[in-house]
């Protein structure tokens, strides 16, 4: 799912087109106790609301904060003591955090944790 937002612009406007952002948050919704799908929902929000603003209103409009804030709230408070990702738990925060920021206006420094890095233990 995140893989397919973050590399390729024709991506984002096709699952945007026949599906809008609520698609992600739903299956974050639905599939809450999953890291991964936090983890990559979190990671496509942030993708999709750093292309444009239209998107990133789109995003805002569909739920994403809230989205990226139950995440954070099941599943981010497992993070290394320096407050890096750690783990697919990390991933969560990490990946969340950066939505926030994104949907917020906020251009980060960080970047998202790609769905290869995540780890669940």
Do not use: F
Request: glycine share 10%; with cysteine.
């Amino acid at each position: 799912m995140a893989n397919l937002v973050y590399k390729d612009d024709s991506n984002v406007e096709v699952i945007l087109e026949r599906h809008g952002s609520g698609r992600i948050i739903r299956a974050m919704h639905n599939l809450g106790s999953s890291v991964q799908v936090q983890a990559a929902g979190s990671w496509a929000l942030a993708a999709m609301a750093g292309k444009n603003e239209d998107l990133r209103e789109q995003a805002l409009a569909d739920g994403a904060a809230e989205a990226c804030e139950a995440a954070i709230s099941r599943h981010g408070k497992h993070e290394g003591e320096d407050g890096s990702a750690a783990g697919g738990n990390g991933a969560v925060a990490r990946n969340s955090r950066l939505a926030l920021d994104r949907l917020h206006g906020i251009e980060p420094e960080e970047e998202a944790v790609t769905d290869d890095q995540c780890s669940v233990m």
